[in-house]
């Protein structure tokens, strides 16, 4: 005889829509470097940015963002500095270094290199 427990079969629509998709390693401190490559910006907006940019496939939450932001800055890549935000909120604003820059040249090369490879594995196998 076989029991199927069906409450574990049940998926919320929250748990569908929160889901977030798995992302390669390093992929997160790429979107983080080339967000910032034009503007300093608060956590907050930085991770706006990124949702909106595309299009709501990627929501990055603070539990992410603010380990990865802490990391960056850490290896030099970013600096912070306190600053004012449009809300009239203080918040710490983040900028790329020049080895920021340089990392995410790197980081993007690699990025299109795997992305190529990945490209070429869903096409032919």
Partial sequence: MLT?????????????MTRIPD??????????????????LH?????ERIQEIS???L????????PALHRLEHRGW???EWKVSELGRRA???HLTSSGRRQLTVEAREW????????????LA
């Fill in 92 to 94: 710490k604003f983040y």
């Fill in 55 to 57: 299009q709501d496939v």
């Fill in 78 to 80: 970013i600096e912070a």
């Fill in 4 to 16: 199927v427990d069906t409450k574990a079969l049940i998926v919320s629509a929250v748990d569908i």
């Fill in 43 to 47: 956590g907050w907006a930085i991770s």
């Fill in 59 to 66: 929501q990055i939450n603070q539990g992410s963002l603010y």
């Fill in 112 to 123: 299109e290199r795997m992305s190529n490879a990945i490209g070429r594995v869903m096409k």
């Fill in 23 to 40: 992302l390669l390693p390093g992929t997160l401190d790429l979107m983080i470097l080339r967000t910032l490559q034009r503007d300093a």
